[in-house]
């Protein structure tokens, strides 16, 4: 889609829109409870980035940096927590043992 | 570079069509300022006569563009598919299952024998097609859109999530890297959702086609496991000509699609074709689309009935006639290990457009594909690099002979301003490509090459 067809009030809604799906989901959602989507904050901020921060002001901008900034932080908290687990995991993996065995989903042969 | 006096007419021709008069949406109509306001119908004998002579230069010029516009996803989807293909070995090792559809095993002892039940799987696939394709047509033809949308559903569900599970499982197997099942849910939750978003709602066009592009990717790679070789070629063989026959014979299934499409003015189906540009409409009646709530799965009733650009001859000014090319093709019939989702994955390959093509757009007017398309390019291109004793020289002479049919695709499709078959053509090209190379051209390099005389 083209964000410079939509009118402003679309634009705002479809921003918040991403942002909620994260928030409305949160409580429907199995194995975690949780939406876990930070992909679609990071689509939200690529998305949005152009409109939120580099064009001329108006009316709706400010809400829609607002929820641009949101996704942002929400984003980076995500990608620290799962590159802090990753590097947990593959550092430690072989030393868990059972633990570790239990948690892989792919196991690599002959690498202790 | 377009010439605004044809984007002037164009405008107004639409707005004819979808009887809206918002010209104040319309850019560049800066050399024909005057016609804003007035009745749209004093302009309708110049929108058909200056139509006529821009026409014929438009075409053209629209052609080289949207050719190539097409073949970067093309190309993408293959590479990607090739690249899977040499590197993750799980997609060549037959590891000896099949799919229902094709029940006769092919290592036999005689090639009588091979040769027997190659054709008699091709013929249940072509069978299942068909009945598929009859069932899609009966469907909407009596306006069972919520079944045909839920099938639709479902399918790309069980593409973006199980199909790209099994994909990633691979492709960390052969790097021999581990993966934690908790990261794993992660990604595989998020490519899904965002994928489900992006193709059946809202999302950003290139994320969009990228979706598409990987769906049509991981399509191609499970039948180049699961088909064994003849079916495989042969399957190919016969769907294009099966493409060619429901596409323009008049009692074919997706010509009637198309019709009963146009007849009623609705956009074909909420499923999946690619296209090239966005497809956003301008108008009023969409300022309350994205209020909608955005958990409905179906977004064909989203788009607003406009009629869809299918190349009616009635409406002089259809932005892409001519070039909404294959969506009708997509009838590709897609196998899959479990039965049910069989009948799902049919569903996407029935092409038609997605989303009405953008009616309001001044710029290039998209061009769209099938993912039946992409899919049986890709699979041809992937059976060609996996099983070739030429290996790259055939892969590369398939992959130009598909690229030049497309091309050719296109100027018909120009020419003709209908609905074309995108396959037969290019796997035509491809199939002779293929056998031609593997046969003659790869025995002739590998003496040259033994006999270092570099020509």
């Given at each position: 889609?083209?964000?410079?067809r939509?009118?402003n009030?679309e634009?705002?809604?479809l921003?918040?829109?991403?942002?909620?799906?994260i928030l409305?989901?949160?409580?429907?959602?199995?194995?975690g409870?949780?939406?876990?989507?930070?992909f679609?904050?990071?689509?939200?901020?690529?998305?949005?980035f152009?409109?939120?921060?580099?064009k001329?002001?108006y009316?709706?901008?400010?809400l829609?940096?607002t929820?641009?900034?949101?996704?942002?932080?929400?984003?980076?908290?995500?990608?620290a927590?799962?590159t802090?687990?990753?590097?947990?995991?593959?550092?430690?993996?072989?030393?868990?043992?059972?633990?570790g065995?239990?948690l892989?989903?792919t196991?690599?042969?002959?690498?202790? | 570079?377009?010439?605004?006096?044809?984007?002037?007419?164009i405008?107004?021709?639409?707005a004819?069509?979808?009887k809206?008069?918002?010209?104040?949406?319309?850019?560049n109509?800066?050399?024909?300022p005057?016609q804003?306001?007035?009745?749209?119908?004093?302009?309708?004998?110049?929108?058909?006569?200056?139509?006529?002579?821009?026409?014929?230069?438009?075409t053209?010029?629209?052609?080289?563009?949207?050719?190539?516009?097409?073949?970067?996803p093309v190309?993408?989807?293959?590479?990607?598919v090739?690249a899977?293909?040499?590197s993750?070995?799980?997609?060549?090792?037959?590891?000896?299952?099949?799919l229902?559809?094709?029940?006769?095993?092919e290592?036999?002892d005689t090639?009588?024998?091979?040769?027997?039940?190659?054709?008699?799987?091709?013929?249940i696939?072509?069978?299942?097609?068909i009945?598929?394709?009859?069932?899609?047509?009966?469907?909407y033809k009596?306006?069972?859109?919520?079944?045909?949308?839920g099938?639709?559903?479902l399918?790309s569900l069980?593409?973006?999530f199980?199909?790209?599970?099994i994909?990633l499982?691979?492709?960390?197997?052969?790097?021999?890297?581990?993966?934690?099942?908790?990261?794993l849910?992660?990604i595989?939750?998020n490519?899904?959702?965002?994928?489900?978003m992006?193709?059946?709602?809202k999302g950003p066009?290139?994320l969009?086609q990228?979706y598409l592009?990987?769906?049509?990717?991981?399509m191609?790679?499970?039948?180049?496991?699961y088909?064994p070789?003849?079916?495989?070629w042969?399957?190919?063989?016969?769907?294009s000509?099966?493409?060619?026959l429901?596409v323009?014979?008049?009692?074919?299934?997706?010509?009637?699609?198309?019709?009963?499409?146009q007849?009623?003015n609705?956009?074909i189906?909420p499923?999946?074709?690619?296209?090239?540009?966005?497809v956003?409409l301008?108008n009023?009646?969409?300022?309350?689309?994205?209020?909608?709530?955005?958990?409905?799965?179906?977004?064909?009733?989203?788009?607003?009935?406009?009629?869809?650009?299918?190349p009616?001859?009635?409406?002089?000014?259809?932005?892409?006639?001519?070039?909404?090319?294959?969506?009708v093709?997509?009838?590709?019939?897609?196998l899959?290990?479990l039965h049910?989702?069989?009948?799902?994955?049919?569903?996407i390959q029935?092409?038609?457009?997605?989303r009405p093509?953008?009616?309001?757009?001044?710029e290039?007017?998209g061009?769209?594909?099938?993912?039946?398309?992409f899919?049986?390019?890709?699979?041809?291109?992937?059976?060609?690099?996996?099983?070739?004793?030429?290996?790259?020289?055939?892969?590369l002479?398939?992959f130009?002979?598909?690229?030049?049919?497309l091309?050719?695709?296109?100027?018909l499709?120009?020419i003709?301003?209908?609905?074309?078959?995108?396959?037969p053509?290019s796997?035509?090209?491809?199939?002779?490509?293929?056998?031609?190379?593997?046969?003659?051209?790869?025995?002739?390099?590998?003496?040259?090459a033994?006999?270092?005389?570099?020509?």
């Amino acid at each position: 889609m083209n964000l410079e067809r939509l009118p402003n009030e679309e634009k705002l809604s479809l921003c918040r829109k991403y942002y909620l799906v994260i928030l409305v989901l949160m409580p429907l959602i199995f194995s975690g409870g949780f939406a876990f989507l930070p992909f679609l904050w990071l689509v939200n901020v690529v998305w949005f980035f152009k409109e939120a921060f580099l064009k001329p002001a108006y009316t709706e901008q400010l809400l829609i940096k607002t929820y641009v900034k949101r996704s942002a932080l929400g984003l980076l908290l995500w990608v620290a927590v799962l590159t802090t687990w990753n590097i947990i995991f593959q550092h430690f993996r072989a030393q868990w043992g059972e633990v570790g065995d239990n948690l892989s989903f792919t196991i690599p042969l002959g690498i202790p | 570079m377009f010439n605004p006096i044809f984007q002037d007419q164009i405008k107004i021709g639409l707005a004819l069509n979808s009887k809206k008069y918002e010209f104040s949406n319309f850019h560049n109509l800066s050399s024909e300022p005057e016609q804003n306001g007035q009745p749209p119908t004093a302009h309708a004998p110049r929108v058909v006569e200056t139509e006529d002579d821009e026409e014929e230069e438009l075409t053209l010029k629209y052609g080289a563009k949207h050719v190539i516009m097409l073949f970067v996803p093309v190309t993408l989807c293959m590479v990607v598919v090739v690249a899977t293909i040499k590197s993750v070995s799980f997609y060549t090792h037959n590891d000896g299952q099949r799919l229902i559809y094709t029940p006769f095993p092919e290592d036999t002892d005689t090639v009588a024998q091979r040769a027997l039940n190659s054709i008699l799987n091709a013929t249940i696939m072509i069978t299942v097609i068909i009945v598929m394709t009859l069932v899609l047509v009966l469907l909407y033809k009596y306006r069972c859109y919520k079944v045909i949308q839920g099938w639709l559903f479902l399918s790309s569900l069980l593409l973006l999530f199980f199909f790209s599970y099994i994909y990633l499982k691979e492709v960390f197997k052969t790097y021999n890297v581990a993966l934690d099942y908790l990261t794993l849910a992660v990604i595989i939750w998020n490519f899904g959702v965002v994928g489900m978003m992006c193709i059946h709602w809202k999302g950003p066009l290139r994320l969009q086609q990228a979706y598409l592009i990987m769906i049509s990717a991981l399509m191609a790679l499970v039948f180049i496991k699961y088909l064994p070789e003849w079916t495989a070629w042969l399957i190919l063989a016969v769907i294009s000509v099966y493409d060619l026959l429901a596409v323009l014979c008049p009692k074919g299934p997706l010509r009637i699609l198309v019709e009963t499409a146009q007849e009623r003015n609705e956009p074909i189906f909420p499923a999946l074709i690619y296209s090239s540009t966005m497809v956003w409409l301008v108008n009023m009646a969409d300022t309350d689309r994205p209020n909608r709530n955005s958990t409905e799965a179906a977004s064909s009733q989203q788009e607003p009935p406009q009629p869809v650009a299918s190349p009616a001859p009635s409406s002089p000014s259809q932005d892409d006639g001519g070039f909404n090319s294959t969506w009708v093709n997509q009838q590709q019939h897609q196998l899959g290990p479990l039965h049910s989702t069989e009948d799902t994955r049919r569903e996407i390959q029935q092409m038609p457009s997605a989303r009405p093509p953008a009616e309001d757009d001044d710029e290039e007017r998209g061009v769209k594909l099938g993912l039946g398309d992409f899919i049986f390019y890709s699979m041809l291109v992937g059976k060609a690099s996996a099983t070739a004793s030429g290996d790259w020289n055939t892969t590369l002479a398939c992959f130009v002979a598909i690229l030049i049919g497309l091309c050719l695709t296109l100027l018909l499709l120009a020419i003709f301003k209908k609905a074309l078959p995108a396959l037969p053509i290019s796997i035509f090209f491809g199939l002779v490509f293929y056998f031609a190379t593997d046969n003659l051209v790869q025995p002739f390099m590998d003496k040259l090459a033994l006999h270092q005389f570099y020509i």
